[in-house]
C-alpha cells in the first residue's frame, strides 16, 4: 500500500503527520515502511526519523553534447525540442532527405565552423528525454549525465528512509523524484509512506502518482482552504482517492468541513492548536509520545484509511 502526505499550502504541517503516522504504525502495528522525503527542495523528515544514513547516490539526467564535426546546423533538434533546451540560430535547414547531397557543400562552405558558432546547448533546461539525439539526421548528438542532486538512504528503527536533495539552484526536481520512486517495494511488504512536495505541480504530480492512498493536510485558515481545493481537484483529476487532516484546529473547522462535505472528501483527523505540540515540533521530537490520545488518534487514521481502500 503506497499512502503520500500532500497539502496545496507549505506550512500545514505535512511533514509532521507523515512522520508520526509512520512512528505510530511501525511501533503498534510491527509493520515494515518504506519512508520517502520526496520534498528533494526541502527534506525534513529526517529531523523528526532521526535515521542513520547508510548510502548516497548521485542523479543525473542525460543531457545532449553536440559533435560539431557531424553537426551542419539544420535546426531539427531545436525543433522537436519541447524545453528550449536547445537553440539553433539561423538553421540551414537541411533535413534527413538531403544528407546525402550535402557532403561536398559541407566541407566546402565551412557549415562546420557555423554549427560551432549558431548552436547553443542549455543543460539546466533539458528534461533528458533523448528526443534530439534520437532525431539527430547527422547522429551528431550524444548524451553525458547532469548531476541534479543525490538520493540519501538509511534506516530510523526499523524503518526504511530514503531523502532526496535537489541541488542548489537546479529547476527541475521530478528526475529526482522519479529516480527515488523507482526503489518502492511494489511487492506488498512493506507500508511505503510518501512525504510530497507542497502545491500542485509538477514535483507534486509525480510524487503522488501511483498512489493508492493520499492524505490531505490543511489548516482553518482562507489560504488553507484556497489551496486546499487546488490540491483535491489535482487529486480527482488524477483518480486517487483522498481524506484529509486538519491541523491546528481550533475546534471550529467550518471553513474546511463545510467544502469537505459538499466536495464530498471525509475529513479523517483533527489535530488541535496547542502549545505542546509546537514545543515538540521545536525540538524536532513527535508530538505523539506526550499523550496516548496522539498516538490513538494515528491508530484510527490507519483503520479510517484502510476500510476505505478495502471498501468497507
Do not use: W
Not at 113 to 132: R, Y
Not at 176 to 205: N, Q
Amino acid at each position: 500500500m503506497i499512502v503520500s502526505f500532500a497539502s496545496g499550502k507549505g506550512g500545514t504541517g505535512k511533514t509532521l503527520m507523515a512522520t508520526s503516522y509512520a512512528l505510530v504504525i511501525a511501533a503498534e502495528y510491527d509493520q515494515k515502511i518504506q519512508f520517502l522525503d520526496c520534498d528533494v527542495e526541502e527534506p525534513n523528515a529526517g529531523i523528526f526519523l532521526k535515521p542513520e544514513i547508510e548510502e548516497t547516490i548521485t542523479v543525473g539526467i542525460p543531457v545532449p553534447v553536440v559533435d560539431f564535426e557531424k553537426c551542419n546546423a539544420c535546426g531539427t533538434c531545436a525543433e522537436i525540442c519541447a524545453y528550449n533546451a536547445i537553440a539553433v540560430l539561423n538553421p540551414t535547414g537541411y533535413s534527413a532527405k538531403q544528407k546525402g547531397n550535402i557532403s561536398n557543400e559541407v566541407s566546402s562552405s565551412g557549415l562546420r565552423t557555423k554549427a560551432k558558432k549558431d548552436v547553443l546547448i542549455f543543460p539546466e533546461l533539458c528534461h533528458g528525454c533523448g528526443g534530439c539525439k534520437l532525431f539527430c539526421p547527422e547522429n551528431a548528438i550524444s548524451e553525458r549525465d547532469r548531476e541534479v542532486g543525490v538520493i540519501e538512504k538509511g534506516k530510523s528503527g526499523t524503518i526504511e528512509f530514503m531523502q532526496g536533495k535537489l541541488n542548489i539552484g537546479e529547476p527541475m526536481a521530478t528526475p529526482l523524484i522519479r529516480k527515488m520512486k523507482k526503489s518502492i517495494d511494489r511487492g506488498g511488504e512493506h507500508l511505503v509512506l510518501i512525504d510530497v512536495p507542497p502545491g500542485t505541480s509538477c514535483p507534486v504530480v509525480e510524487a503522488v502518482k501511483e498512489s493508492d492512498f493520499t492524505v490531505l493536510v490543511t489548516e482553518p485558515t482562507p489560504f488553507g482552504l484556497n489551496d486546499l481545493i487546488l490540491a483535491v481537484e489535482t487529486l480527482k483529476i488524477l483518480g486517487i482517492p483522498t481524506g484529509i487532516i486538519i491541523n491546528r484546529s481550533s475546534g471550529d473547522d467550518t471553513i474546511i468541513t463545510e467544502y469537505c462535505k459538499n466536495a464530498d472528501v471525509p475529513v479523517l483527523m483533527q489535530i488541535p492548536l496547542a502549545r505542546e505540540i509546537a514545543v515538540a515540533y521545536s525540538k524536532g521530537e513527535p508530538f505523539t509520545n506526550l499523550n496516548v490520545s496522539y498516538k490513538q488518534k494515528f491508530i484510527e487514521l490507519h483503520q479510517k484509511i484502510t476500510e476505505r481502500l478495502r471498501g468497507t
